[in-house]
Structure formats: C-alpha cells, structure tokens
C-alpha cells in the first residue's frame, strides 16, 4: 500500500515536473554551440598634411640652390646680383630678388596649394590719399612651371599639387620704374608675406574612390577661442563664407595693429567677426570683403556679443546691400558694442550707427569728418572737434567756427595746396590737442611763421601757434624755412608722421618730438638744429643734404640731458663734409645719443671719434653717451 502511494506521487511529480519545463521552454530560445576566431588588425594612422616652406641659403658657381632651411617665419632680404642683401634701397630702375623658395611636402598624404603674396598689391592705399610704392614696382613672380602670379587675385593659379616627398620651387623679382618720380623718396613697402595654403587632394582611393575629398577648401583664417594675441600680418579668407578673422568667447583678446585683411567672397563673408563676449580692438591695418554669391555686400566688421573698439584703420567694401554698405554691423538680438575712435570708412559714416538698431558707434569726444574721394565718399572718425579746408581762407574761418568745448582737441584736415596756422586763431590752436592732416606730401604744404619776415636774429618768423599744445602733423610738406631760430616755438610736443621737412628748423617745443617715416631736404645747411626740445626720436626717416650737414645738436643752455635716438635712419650726402650728428653746446650740454640700423652714404669720419656717425665739439665731452647698434662707443669723455 505504502510503495504504491510512493509510487503514484513519484509519477505525478515527473508529469508536474515535465509540463513546467514545457511551459518554461515556451518562453526562452535555444542555446547554440558556438566558438570564437579572431585575427590582428593593423593599426589604423591617420595620414600626415604637412606643408613647409623653404629658402635657399647657398648656391654653387652656376648659380644652382645647394641648401635650402626653413622659411617659416623669417624675415627674408632682397638680394643684388652679386648677392648683397645689406642696406638695399630702390631707387629707379633697379632690380632686386628674394632668395628662391621652395613649397614640399613633407606630409605622407598627397596635397594641392595654392599660393598668396600679400603686401605688394596696388589695388588699395596704403596710406589714404598717399602714394604707393607698389605702384611704381613691377613684380615678377614665377613658379616651377613658368606660371606667373595673378597681380589681381594675388595668388597662383590654383590646383597645384604635390606628392610626398615632392617639391616646387618660386621666384620673387621686383624692378622699379625707371620714371618714378621724387614723390617716392622714401616710401617703404611693409607686411610682405608669401604663404602656403594646402588642403588635401584627390589622390588616395578609399572603398569607393577617390574623389572624396575632391571639394576639400584651404584654410586661410585665423580662428582665437581663447587667450590675449597681437596680429599685424594680414589675413585672407579663401573660401565662400569664411571669416578672414573670427574671435569667440568671454576672456579672448585680440589686437590688429596693422596688416591687410580680406574677408573673401561667393558667400556670408566677413573680415573681422567678433562673438560671444570677445574683446577685439583694432588699432590700424585695412580691411575688406567682397560680395555673396549674388554679389550682395556683405560685412567687414561684425559682432554678434563681442566688443569691438576701433581706434585707427582703413576700412571698404565695393559691395553693398539694398543701397547701404555694411562697413560696420551688429546683429539684431545679440549686439555686443562697437565703439569707434578713429580710422577712415568709404561710403559709410560710423555716426549713424547700425542699419537697424540705430544709434552711433562713434565714440564721446570723437567726432567725423567726410571728404570726397572720386565717387566715394570718406569718413574718418578724429578726436574732439574735426574741420576740413581746401583753402587757407577756408582754414580761417573753420577755425573761426570749431567749437572745441569740453574736448579741447582739434582736427585739421586740409585738402591739396599751401597753407600756415601762422597768427590764425590762436585760442583755438593753443594749450589743446591739436592733429594737423594733409593730403600727402605731394599735394598739402604747411608753413611754420611766415617765411617772408626776417630780423638781424632770424627769428622773425618763430611760430607760437602751438604754444602749450600737443600737435600731430600728418601726411603732407612741412616748410621750416631757413635761418637761425625759425620753427614751432614753445609746443608741449610735437610728432610729425609721413611728412617731408623743408629747411632747416631750430625750434621744436620744450618736450618730446618724434619724426617718423619722414624726409629731410635742405639745401646748403643742415636738416635740422636740436635747439629746443628734450627727447628727439627719429623712426625710419631719410636725411638728404647736399651740403653733406645732416643734424646740428646744439644749445645755448644747460637744460639737462636731451636725447636724440636714430632707428632705420638713411643719411645721404651730396658731398662729404661732416658726419651723421654734430654734437654741439655753449655751456657743457648733456648728450644721450642712440643709432640702430642706419644706414650712412657720403658721411665724413671725425679724426677725434673716429666715426662718420657722430663728432662732439670740446667742453661737452664728459656729458655725452652714444650708443651705435646696441655698443657703446663714447662715454665719460672717450672712446670705448
């Protein structure tokens, strides 16, 4: 009975048992066999862009590269036909090269590039109104295969390719206009630049071909999304909606002080694009764009939350948009701030503001003055109060006219011919900031005093227009007549910036005075007599003589140190007779004297010095320093 019961429950345990593994098996799937193969796998290495730039540094007796460095970032020098590259000067009729260059690449990846050579342009101004050395140097730019550079687009045709390890070789050639005339003595071509632009082409196949990267654009634009940076080279931007110059992000900083900037065109260009709490302030350069691909204008300046402070520069577009030039724009919901202190716009007055918020970017105690320009329209934005004369009886009256309250600054923009501030005006003209600005050396004359009076001392004609001030003279001829003790008397200081100085002045205000990139003619005198003034600085500037007299130093009191210091400075004689500076005094004047990188032709070497830089006249011997290159060659009272 008992095995029978145990027998029965041991039966229906297996049917339960077996109708829950039928159910269970219902619900889930089938385990198979499995088993694993693997294999290795190279490694996967992205391909290698590298594009350099070389120069040649040696040559053989026929004239074949045997060396070749990096250029990148060197600063390269015109060579003569016998290899010279110190102390060149154009003048007319010359022709100079730069050493060959050379493009490689040095990458594992097949390139294309093109080539663009910035500086030498002579389709913008490179001082407004002013002339262009460019104009009268004709370039000759040659590549491997005979293609000469495009002067309008300024660059090589492009599609240029090379293989790894492959190379191509440039030649730069520039030749001067034997006609050029004296209106372009002592211009300088700065901010030239060759660069490389490269991208990948199609030349490596993938699983489907290799037309994969066949639209693959050059990258010209510089891009900051962080950190404090100075840029003062240019910039280009080579494809449609690119941004020559894009600043993004709250603590990033960027300051233009110079250099050409295009923003590019066939989309939504921009030149200089500010946003997100950037900061860019732009102290000098010029700026463009070109249009979209409808040939609508599109912005040169541009910011969407960034602030942008604009204190000097040149900036244009020939595009325009529903009648207006977007020289200057904000976005409509996320302005930022532009704020305008100076620099010149073509057909757009920066009073006015944006398109649609209104309002005016110009700056409290700036104001704009407009002038015509052919067709356009230019309006430069100065400092305090700003009046323009095309005649001397104009300059009186708008003089008569300028309210200066509250700024005490004064701008004078003149236009071609001659005028003088000589018993002008004075309460306008004293004890102010005052910028005085021609039309170019070639076109605006300024006359310090009336050079028609004369006494027994020469001092007749001694201006005190500028008694008290800070003057700025820009862009034209300076008249100082001749004579003892002529000049601009008692100025706070002067600064004179791409003028050409006729005669020979003495008196230079009681402070600073700064020449620079000026010219000095005299004509059987010195250029110049340190007089008055403490602190003389001359940059870049060219002193012609023809009596071989160039700087007369000289005092008749003891007023303390004065400095004078010489950089990039041209002294040309017309015949040898004294050195570079005189160093004069009646009564033991002190003497601080600094030379770096001139340049001297036709100067006299003093016996006592030994130098055709300087010679001192005895009792000042002890009180003088000069310093030649970073030497000193003279102090406490010898020779080093």
Known sequence: MNNKKATKRALLTSVMALVMCVVMLAGTTFAWFTDTASTGVNKIQAGNLDVALEYATKWDNDGKVTKWENAEGKTLQFKTADGRTDNILWEPGCRYQLPELRVVNKGNLALKYIIKVTGIETNHEVVPGEPNLNDVITWEIKYSDDAVWNAEADTFKAGYSLAPNASNVVTIKGEMDKNAGNKYQGLSIDGVSVTVYATQMTAEFDSIDNKYDKDAAYKGSQEFTSGTHVLNKGGVALNPNDVAVLVSGAGTDVTITGGYYDGGSGGDNICVWAKDGAKVTIKGGTFTVGGDANGAGNSVIYSTGGDITIEGGFFQTDYSWNGKYYVLNQNNSNPGTITVKGGTFVNYDPSKGDDNLGGTFVASGYSVISEKHGE???????????????????????????????????????????????????????????????????????????????????????????????????????????????????????????????????????????????????????????????????????????????????????????????????????????????LKGYKSNAWDVTFSGCSLTNCKTDVATGSNYYLLDQGIENATTVTIDGKVVWENGAKK
């Open 376 to 582: 356009d329209t230019w309006y430069t934005v100065v400092k305090g109060t700003g009046v323009t004369a095309g005649t001397q009886e104009a300059l009186k009256d708008a003089l008569t006219r300028a309210d200066t309250t509250g700024s005490n600054s004064l701008t004078v923009k003149l236009a071609d011919g001659e005028y003088t501030l000589y018993n002008v005006d004075r309460a306008k003209t004293q004890n102010t900031e005052l910028t005085i600005e021609g039309a170019g050396k070639d076109k605006t004359v300024f006359t310090a005093g009336d050079m028609t009076v004369t006494d027994a001392n020469g001092e007749g004609s001694s201006d005190y227009s500028y008694e008290g001030s800070d003057v700025t003279f820009k862009n034209m001829t300076v008249n100082v007549g001749t004579g003892n003790y002529k000049g601009f008397v008692r100025a706070k200081s002067l600064y004179f910036e791409n003028c050409t100085i006729e005669g020979r002045g003495s008196y230079w205000g009681i402070g600073s005075v700064v020449f620079k990139d000026c010219i000095f003619n005299s004509v059987n005198d010195y250029n110049i007599w340190t007089y008055a003034g403490m602190d003389f600085t001359f940059d870049n500037c060219t002193f012609n003589s023809d009596a071989g007299k160039f700087v007369n130093a000289y005092k008749e009191e003891a007023t303390g140190t004065t400095k004078l210091t010489f950089t990039d400075c041209k002294f040309v004689a017309g015949t040898e007779n004294k050195p570079a500076v005189c």
